[in-house]
């Protein structure tokens, strides 16, 4: 390695099931020295050897997540430590998903969680969430896997660690529609109420359906409230994506609330989505309620 080029490090963490061996797959096939399960503690003390810097390794990859020893303590010090290093080009990727898919996961594979004793549950799931709640903070780039089929997941992984900071899929945006009465959601960074548009809810033919049925969109986006409100956030984001990039952050967390999460969310979710899709955004969609 010249001495004027910087080693590229990624540590990999987020949540048990998220998907951190698919991303050091990814790594690893982009020609990254990768090493799972790494002991944080170890990290500093690999780097030093003479036997890791006579290979040559430009860019390298450690997976650290909860099963390793003292692994909040030893993380952090490795992180400050990474930080420090002017030589060093170090980011923090955190994976994770919801509790419901983390939990089928489990399910399917019929593997058990590290903090689990027997049977994934929502619990053993929000316990580790919480520890690693600051991790969270933290790191440079958070990868929801909730949705992503396996093609999905490289072209994000492409898009975060290879992007071109011209095009629009340099930044993520992950639109989330919720129900006020089940409570607004935490890691959001824009929060949109939405009963301002007419309710379905009151016609019985559109009720029982959802807003990812064709009737109840055509009735959530034919108000020209509606129209007027999707046109002003696209310019909204279109304005401040620029600037949040400028500033270090890669993706925006959108959530729409209505009433019980069903009807007008679901639809303005659907429908940013969508508009941001066809304009080369990363994007990812979530309908907590549904």
Not at 164 to 184: C, H, I, R, T, W
């Amino acid at each position: 390695m010249k001495s004027e080029e910087k080693l590229k490090i990624v540590i990999i963490t987020g949540l048990s099931g998220a998907g951190k061996t698919h991303a050091a797959d990814w790594f690893e096939d982009h020609g990254y020295y990768c090493i799972d399960n790494m002991p944080p503690a170890l990290i500093r003390t690999l780097l030093s050897l003479a036997s890791f810097q006579s290979k040559q390794i430009t860019k390298a990859a450690f997976v650290v997540d909860i099963r390793s020893d003292d692994f909040l303590g030893g993380l952090q010090e490795s992180i400050e430590f990474l930080k420090k290093r002017k030589d060093i080009d170090f980011s923090l990727l955190f994976v994770e998903a919801s509790d419901a898919t983390l939990i089928k996961r489990y399910n399917e594979t019929r593997r058990t969680h590290p903090l689990a004793t027997g049977r994934t549950s929502r619990a053993v799931i929000e316990k580790e969430r919480d520890l690693l709640a600051e991790l969270r903070a933290k790191a440079d780039h958070v990868l929801d896997t909730t949705n992503l089929k396996v093609a999905e997941f490289s072209m994000e992984m492409e898009r975060l660690f290879s992007p071109d900071p011209e095009q629009p899929g340099a930044f993520g945006l992950n639109f989330m529609s919720f129900g006020y009465k089940y409570g607004v959601p935490q890691d959001t960074d824009m929060v949109f109420d939405v009963r301002f548009i007419p309710n379905p809810y009151y016609l019985d033919s559109l009720r029982k359906l959802t807003g990812n049925n064709k009737k109840v969109q055509n009735y959530v986006l034919k108000p020209e409230i509606t129209r007027t409100f999707i046109a002003q956030l696209r310019e909204m984001i279109h304005t401040i994506a620029p600037y949040y990039m400028k500033e270090g952050k890669n993706h925006l967390n959108i959530a729409f609330g209505c009433t019980g999460g069903q009807h007008r969310s679901v639809t303005l979710a659907n429908e940013m989505a969508r508009i941001f899709r066809e304009e080369g955004y990363r994007v990812t969609l979530e309908h907590r309620e549904l």
